[in-house]
């Protein structure tokens, strides 16, 4: 059996022990060895002395460990951790903002990432020494181009009654949805699938991971074809455990906890809801964070009946809950609220190979540095075994490790790794629960489908080979009707719509300086000093009088009606009945302007309201063109809105229209 001595220790884990994250001397069997029974560690007593204080001294003197191949990993609160969680890498094809600091984050050389043998064979003795569930995370897992590989490699650690059960990964979809991707990570064995999703909303989806809303429908896709791929046989091959994770924050998507419920009415996975956690920067608050206690009691309030199926015993990481005659459960994971340490029993490697034994604990040992000098699988695991038997009872509470970045720790400035280089798949700076909670609430079309939130509707299941499963649509004013279900561009089919008069009318407003509104208003007959030639030039541009300004800018914005399809490439072209465009001098507590109205009519099969739009951005421009001599710099456009629609199911007219209407 080998030993691991202290000089055979990489220079860059030494200097960890001196910093004081490990003891440079182990304890002592007594401290250790709780029970041999319960441990199966073994020390020799052949060729070594013990010191006064029970450390065993190798003939060389140094304080020495052994592993024994099959020992578990027991830390000092009897915790066995049997749960492994590997990062395949640091780069994700989505950008999260809790997951990746708005800075970016500076990524490891692809030399210091774990390679694939180095991978399997970090697994293969996690797994000797007890270890029966791994799960592969990223950054985004799917994007390491041998993921088959490293599956299929660890696959073969699976012994019928002992040995890998569970193969899972944590993944955000996206390059799942390709082709047969998932389905091949499933053959390669692959057993248990969490997928992250935050929002229904795909436009929301935009703002938290700072990607296309055609990435969210790929999400969607994945999720449906891997409920067609659920089994119930454990025997079989297929996914044994769906799961999809959600990350709550106040303000951003904890209105859509109910719509993330109604998922799991006729699906038989989980839906979990996740608090917000403080990471490296990612500017977590409490503010921010909503704790799954008070969801508990939102979801109490809408289901009649819901209750926690949760034993009290055993591993607490997610506490489950279930909604009467639902087929699926709901999920709570409380790491801040209500921390689960006693009952973790996971470890964690990142993708460029150090160990860490608690997600918020920012010291780490590297275990691809004792691999690439040589050292054997036991001296691996000594140092793993003390690792996990420094393991804390419990991480440090929200406030602590979100002041964990900015403050000087014992051991000098301890910054925690940002979440995308931890191995959490996940996501949004303060600054988006502010614009988020902010945007008014867009009503549903459908009466009974305003308790969940943003509007979803349900597709029934259709059969589709041995792939049937749900369909998600989200059918609401929340959709692009001028995007299809890729993301591509299309027009709008009209041709089952009845023409009806349609009439739309929007308004404008361009700020101008004294002397442009004493010429378009022909209210002073001279100008100051240094103005004039600019005046003569205006006038001169306009045709002569300063009112011609406003009749040019006029016939500009009728003009610009009648070419808004070729303008704007999605609009239909429509026959327009009339086109009326006014442009009147004002003065309000902003200063003096330039009202532009545009009313426009047609007899079509859709709305006029971008050509009432168009006419009114035309006419300003031309009006800011022809002024810009002598207000060039002073001009500004703004407070284009339609103020009134009709004709469509949609009507409207804005309470204030009147008195905005010159």
Sequence with gaps: MGYLHYHEIPRTLSKRLHRGLYSTQFESPQTIIRSRQDRRRTYSSTRHSHSQDGHRISEGGHATISSSRDSPLIDSFNRNHTYLRISLTERCNLRCQYCMPAEGVELSPSSDLLTTPEILRLGRMFVHH????????????TVRRDLLEIIRGLNEMKEPGKGLRTIAMTSNGVVLSVGTKLRDVVAAGLTHLNISLDTLDPYKFEVLTRRPSKMHAAVLSTLDKALGMVVTNTESTGIHSLKLNVVVMKG??????????????????????????PFQGNKWSRNAMVKSSELIERLKSTYPG?????????????????????????????????????SCTRLRLTADGQIKVCLFDPHEVSLRDLLRKGASDEEVMVLVEKAVHGKKARHAGMENIARLSEIDGKYGALKNRPMIKIGLTGKPSRVVPVLLSQAPA??????????????????????????????????????????DEAGSPKMVDVSEKEITIRKATAIGTIYINDIAYSL??????????????????????????????LTIAQLAGILGTKYTAQLIPLCHTLPLSNVDVSLIPIENDLGKAIRCVATVKAEAKTGVEMEALTAVSVALLTVWDMLKAVAGQDMRIGDI??????????????????????
């Design 130 to 141: 007890g270890v029966n569930k791994i799960r592969l995370t990223g950054g985004e897992p």
């Design 252 to 277: 951003v998507n904890d209105d859509e906890i109910t719509s993330f419920a109604n998922l799991t009415r006729t699906s038989p996975f989980c839906v979990r809801f996740i608090e917000f956690m």
């Design 306 to 342: 819901f209750s926690s199926i949760t034993s009290v015993s055993g591993d607490q990481t997610s506490r489950e809950w279930k909604i009467p005659g639902y087929k699926g459960t709901l999920g709570f994971i409380s790491s801040m609220s209500d921390h689960f340490c006693s």
């Design 442 to 483: 867009i009503p549903s079309e459908s009466e009974h489908l305003r308790h969940i939130g943003p509007p979803l509707l349900w597709s029934k299941r259709i059969p589709m080979g041995r792939t049937h499963s749900m369909q998600l649509r989200l059918l609401s004013t929340h959709s692009l009707t001028h995007l």
């Design 520 to 549: 378009v208003a022909e209210q002073a007959s001279e100008a100051p000093k240094g103005q004039l030639n600019a005046l003569e030039k205006v006038r001169a541009k306009a045709g002569g009088s300063g009112k011609n300004v």
């Design 641 to 662: 809105k339609v103020v009134s629609k009709e004709g469509g199911k949609s009507n409207f007219a804005q309470k204030d229209v009147d008195r905005i209407l010159p």
